[in-house]
């Protein structure tokens, strides 16, 4: 199976910005559900944002209001916006998409917000 695959992580300061990228090689049109996840060290995976195909877009709680999840079609992209980040989003961030047979993660990039 081909994994998606993440780009855009870096380090930048508190209320700074960073647009995650996630590519993928299969027809987007057949991925009904496309997410975000970010894992700190000592710390369970978390759902960060997620889009479905219909378009309905969910999000964690501590980034409403400051990162946006999008999707390009044409270009079989999915993307993170993050604004005003903060320490705490400092996490290794994946990007998984779901079709039917597939479940796909890739493998990830680091994102470090300094104080």
């Known amino acids: 199976q081909v994994q998606p695959v993440e780009s855009g992580g870096g380090l930048v300061q508190a209320g700074g910005s960073l647009r995650l990228s996630c590519a993928t090689s299969?027809?987007?049109?057949?991925?009904?559900?496309m997410g975000w996840y970010r894992q700190a060290p000592g710390k369970q995976r978390e759902l960060v944002a997620r889009i479905i195909s219909s378009g309905p877009t969910t999000y964690a709680d501590s980034v409403k209001g400051r990162f946006t999840i999008s999707r390009d079609n044409a270009k079989n992209m999915v993307y993170l916006q993050m604004k005003n980040l903060k320490p705490e989003d400092s996490a290794l961030y994946y990007c998984?998409?779901?079709?039917?047979?597939?479940?796909?993660w890739g493998q990830g990039t680091q994102v470090t917000v300094s104080s």
């Open positions: 998984n998409m779901k079709a039917y047979n597939y479940d796909g």
């Open positions: 299969r027809n987007i049109y057949s991925i009904y559900d």
